[in-house]
């Protein structure tokens, strides 16, 4: 197809989107991997969707027509042979030919024709309920207390001994339906789909509503894909609060069977022993679904109107959606998209704010297990084999003892064994210890076994769920060592495991113990041992001793992403790396692209200006303060009370001068700590409240939006004396990604230092090595130098937001004078080096009185 010059759009867009609009249709249309840079404020949202969106209908609409082109000239050819008067058998047998490729052809227009129907008979259902008001669903569906007991569920009340849903499943049965499995899926992508997946559900909400702007708004079956916890409607589930036991109580909930045993534990737990909103009405719900475009809030309201489960709609309606929106652990992370039912292969793949894709992939992809983890889990294991040890199979007997064995030698590496407690000390020599895969597996001398095999066992026999219903069954009857008086097995367990939570922090106390009571430890386990999957030369392992057995840590550490983006690269048709600050942007191609084996000319980058005309920006590099002190807040000077000082005078001078908002960022949240205690006691932060209310980030999520409600009216509403208020916020922390401090709300943004990451690291001094050896030999120390500046340019971004806003960007740190090239474009167009204070605020002043005369 060829790129349009025109793409619908809610207005007349800018230059800087048609051609983004442009490179991103024909990027999608020739199968490139492509990487978009377009400054926040820009508009890039809405030209990815339109952009993306024109080139889906216009590819569905050319293969309708194709299709029909084809069959219509198969027709004429078969005409034509009848018309004819040659060999009458060679006749027949072209135009057998002819049929057979028709038959196809029609068959593939008719799943697309049936496709298009189903999709019209939704929306026109959805339209007559519209008009009608309230609806009457054919299907009604009665909404039990949350106590009730399914009728339907058998309660088994003779083998109370021994449950045969807590054995193990046969290895070899749970693959005979994977044939049948694929070809459904294969069936069921019979279109071409658009994934766009974004970091959180947040960011998800508001492509929404940007996709609610948009001309498409209307013409494309859009769907939201989140967790549990988002979608979840059964309010004694909601109310485990936490995400692992969400997901593991809706699992067990969709049981048909119980015991009676575990009849008594469900009502002690208050909850159903089947969802009464599984079997709801679904279609209806998937018909709201893809007739008109849903947030994940308007979703859940929905399913609670029609006691459907959202969260299993949502999943079932992903094979008739033609845009997917999801969050990155569900696309990126294999296991998950495979769980999803997502499909890559042939589908287009935008992944938004792309900048931190690296290192988003390196984290979902790295695991780490403690001590406590693993005795936990051999504990169990030991009793669940004792309990059922002559009713499993010699395969089954097999693995369980290799899963035991690799147990009880990871303990080594922490100098203990399956009879430690994970109170016990640890040996005084121990050390941090790094390996390579082999290297570990040698050490704990379980390279003799097969950890694939191993994994698959686990896997395919539901072992961590069997465990699971064994230990809520079972955890408070069985004893391991039936001599012996002293309390042993599970309970006693949790109690020593209860006893290192108290001396912890009480916040987290209870939903450690929520955790680790309800959750299998060998989750995590598994998540360790697929690790050991990994090729040798892509992650290390280390080993962390604590000052207990429990505290001790072994973590896998992901050093290549690229070897988990392999198999996104290959399926997909085409994948769009979209952000604000894609800088350095050599990165992506060098250590994703084209080390998970793209070839180097199907990769495409575009990058674009602002739209922002350049008097409504000015961006200044401070080196020194009003007395002269320079500006370097490196380790070293951490504790200099000179450099404090100066920081403080330099505060109270910027409140003087501008107004509204000043967003201050400072590189840690224990140096911003340090700051602001210094300059409480001090005097300063007295002097900054004659001009500004002070508000600090908050380190818990929940408080985060409460302050912003806070620091946005006080900016509104500030009462006199006081012009505005002024935020300390950290570096890389909740506020620097992903929030908007447009026009009052971010006036000024102060970054204060350079966050640089510990180089005395273990785990950065091995990113860095492997970087050398296998990328190019100053790779490392580019990636040090740009992990500190890509977090600097993000806190840079909260700032101007549209074409019409305007705001100031003060770099407080002499080192910034070198890194000038690494700023954004944007910004480096208005860049100013101040030798001295005055100049900067004489700047500063002038900018701010000339928008006040233009107001």
Avoid at 687 to 711: A, C, G, H, W
Wanted: with cysteine; hydrophobic share 35%.
């Amino acid at each position: 197809m060829e790129t349009p010059e025109i793409f619908p759009f809610p207005f007349t867009p800018y230059k800087i989107q048609q051609d983004f609009m442009k490179e991103l249709y024909k990027c999608i249309e020739n199968g490139n991997m492509g990487i978009f840079e377009s400054p926040t404020g820009t508009g890039k949202s809405l030209s990815v969707i339109c952009g993306a969106l024109k080139w889906l209908l216009d590819h569905e609409q050319l293969q309708k027509d194709e299709l029909n082109s084809k069959i219509t000239d198969l027709d004429n050819k078969i005409k034509m042979i009848e018309g004819t008067s040659n060999d009458w058998f060679s006749c027949q047998t072209e135009q057998m030919e002819f049929n057979l490729t028709k038959k196809e052809l029609q068959s593939k227009l008719d799943v697309i024709t049936k496709y298009e129907k189903k999709i019209q008979q939704y929306k026109e259902k959805i339209k007559k309920k519209n008009t009608k008001g309230k609806k009457t669903y054919t299907k009604l569906k009665s909404n039990p207390s949350d106590t009730h007991i399914d009728d339907n569920a058998s309660i088994d009340t003779e083998n109370d001994d021994i449950d045969k849903d807590l054995l193990l499943l046969d290895v070899l049965s749970d693959s005979e339906n994977s044939a049948e499995e694929d070809e459904e899926v294969e069936q069921a992508n019979f279109h071409t789909k658009i994934y766009f997946c974004s970091r959180t559900h947040s960011q998800l909400s508001q492509f929404v509503k940007e996709l609610k702007r948009s001309p498409y708004s209307e013409n494309v079956a859009v769907v939201t894909l989140a967790s549990r916890q988002n979608y979840c409607i059964n309010k004694s589930i909601k109310k485990l609060k936490h995400i692992n036991l969400i997901n593991e109580q809706c699992l067990q909930l969709q049981k048909k069977k119980i015991t009676r045993k575990e009849e008594k534990h469900i009502k002690k737990l208050k909850v159903t022993n089947s969802c009464p909103f599984l079997s709801g009405n679904q279609e209806s719900l998937m018909a709201e679904l893809l007739s008109e475009i849903h947030d994940i809030e308007e979703i859940v309201q929905k399913g609670e109107e029609l006691n459907t489960c959202p969260y299993y709609t949502v999943r079932k309606s992903i094979q008739d959606g033609q845009l997917i929106l999801v969050p990155y652990n569900s696309i990126l992370h294999k296991n998950t998209r495979i769980s999803s039912g997502i499909n890559l292969k042939g589908n287009v793949l935008i992944i938004d704010e792309a900048h931190n894709l690296l290192e988003a992939i390196e984290r979902m992809y790295s695991a780490s297990i403690t001590g406590r983890n693993i005795l936990h889990a051999y504990n169990q294991l030991s009793q669940y084999q004792k309990k059922y040890q002559n009713l499993f199979n010699a395969k089954n007997v097999l693995h369980l003892n290799q899963l035991s064995f690799c147990l009880k030698k990871f303990l080594t590496v922490f100098g203990a064994t399956t009879k430690s407690l994970p109170t016990d000390n640890t040996s005084g020599d121990l050390t941090s210890k790094l390996y390579t895969i082999q290297e570990f597996e040698r050490t704990t001398d379980i390279d003799t076994l097969n950890i694939f095999d191993l994994i698959s066992f686990v896997k395919k026999s539901k072992l961590i769920n069997k465990l699971r219903g064994f230990i809520e069954q079972y955890g408070n009857d069985i004893k391991i060592h039936e001599n012996n008086k002293t309390k042993t097995g599970i309970t006693q367990f949790l109690k020593s495991i209860s006893n290192v939570n108290k001396e912890e922090n009480v916040e987290s106390t209870e939903v450690v113990q929520n955790e680790e009571e309800t959750s299998s430890p060998l989750t995590l386990i598994l998540s360790f041992l697929e690790c050991l999957e990994n090729n040798c030369a892509d992650g290390r392992i280390i080993v962390i001793p604590g000052p207990t057995i429990g505290k001790g840590i072994l973590k896998f550490l992901l050093l290549n992403p690229a070897a988990h983006f392999h198999d996104v690269v290959t399926e997909a048709r085409a994948v769009i790396l979209a952000g604000g600050t894609m800088e350095p942007i050599s990165e992506f191609t060098e250590q994703l692209f084209l080390a998970a084996g793209v070839e180097s000319e199907r990769i495409l980058t575009f990058s674009c200006d602002h739209v922002i005309p350049p008097e409504n920006i000015i961006s200044n590099i401070l080196l020194s303060g009003p007395t002269g002190v320079e500006f370097e807040f490196n380790f070293k000077n951490r504790q200099n009370t000179k450099l404090l000082d100066e920081l403080g005078r330099m505060l109270v001078n910027f409140c003087n001068i501008i107004p509204a908002g000043i967003v201050i960022f400072l590189p840690s949240y224990d140096y911003e700590n340090i700051v602001y205690e210094h300059l409480y006691k001090s005097g300063v932060i007295t002097k900054i409240r004659l001009k500004k209310q002070i508000f600090r980030e908050p380190k818990s999520t929940s408080q985060v939006n409460d302050v912003l409600e806070q620091y946005s009216r006080c900016i509104h509403c500030p009462q006199s004396p006081q012009n505005g208020s002024l935020l300390f916020s950290v570096i890389g922390g909740k506020l620097s990604e992903g929030l908007n401090f447009s026009d009052d709300l971010g006036r000024c943004i102060i970054v204060v230092g350079m966050p640089y990451p510990n180089i005395k690291s273990t785990e950065l001094q091995e990113k860095i090595k492997y970087l050398n050896e296998n990328v190019k030999s100053d790779a490392g120390q580019n990636f040090y130098e740009n992990s500190c500046m890509k977090a600097v340019n993000q806190c840079i971004g909260r700032a101007v937001r549209h074409i019409n806003d305007y705001s100031s960007v003060i770099l407080v740190d002499k080192r910034y004078r070198n890194k000038m090239k690494a700023l954004p474009r944007w910004i480096q167009r208005s860049l100013t080096v101040s030798q001295s204070f005055g100049n900067t605020i004489s700047i500063v002043a002038k900018f701010f009185a000339a928008k006040k005369k233009k107001t």
